[in-house]
């Protein structure tokens, strides 16, 4: 058996929607290395300060804070390596999310009882989006910005509505 005996043909041209979304950051890598050289920075010339007024303990301080900072900063960098990928075709509605520490979770839902839920608020604008299935809501794209929400909704939309037409088929002669 070969590719032309297969029953149902490759689907690859079928997909109507498909994103990938990341957590942003807007510190670089080098960013953060310039900024954990100056918090060091200061805090040792803080830190010195002090040691040569006799209160030797509180350099020990300002070692700490800079640990915690650098430590903070890379749960940061490390969280951001989560994902979201979203496929719509005519046939299925596939979520994808995998968490920073590599744990992946899928969904494949029906377009055909899919509807997209938003909760907004007047001030500032969408705060929540669900995919909503016989009765069940799926959060999707959590770590995005109101008006990231906005335009990511509005195109997703436009995909469900697609599905919901079905497949367009092209009659060869």
């Not at 032309?4 to 807007?26: G, I, K, M, Q, V």
């Not at 794209?141 to 990231?148: I, K, V």
Request: aromatic share 12%.
């Amino acid at each position: 058996m070969d590719d032309r005996n297969d029953f149902e043909p490759a689907r690859e041209t079928d997909t109507l929607f498909c994103a990938r979304l990341t957590p942003h950051r807007s510190l670089s890598r080098g960013g953060f290395l310039a900024l954990i050289g100056f918090i060091t920075v200061v805090s040792f010339v803080a830190g010195l300060a002090f040691l040569l007024m006799g209160a030797w303990p509180v350099f020990g301080f300002f070692g700490l804070d800079v640990l915690i900072i650098y430590w903070a900063f890379r749960q940061n960098f490390r969280s951001a390596a989560a994902t979201e990928d979203i496929l719509v075709t005519p046939y299925e509605i596939r979520v994808r999310r995998v968490s920073h520490r590599g744990h992946a979770v899928e969904w494949t839902l029906n377009p055909l009882w899919v509807r997209l839920e938003r909760i907004e608020d007047d001030e500032f604008g969408i705060q929540k989006l669900y995919l909503v299935s016989r009765g069940r809501r799926l959060s999707i794209g959590g770590f995005l910005g109101p008006d990231e929400k906005a335009s990511f909704a509005k195109a997703l939309l436009a995909a469900l509505h697609a599905a919901k037409r079905g497949p367009t088929y092209h009659h060869i002669a």
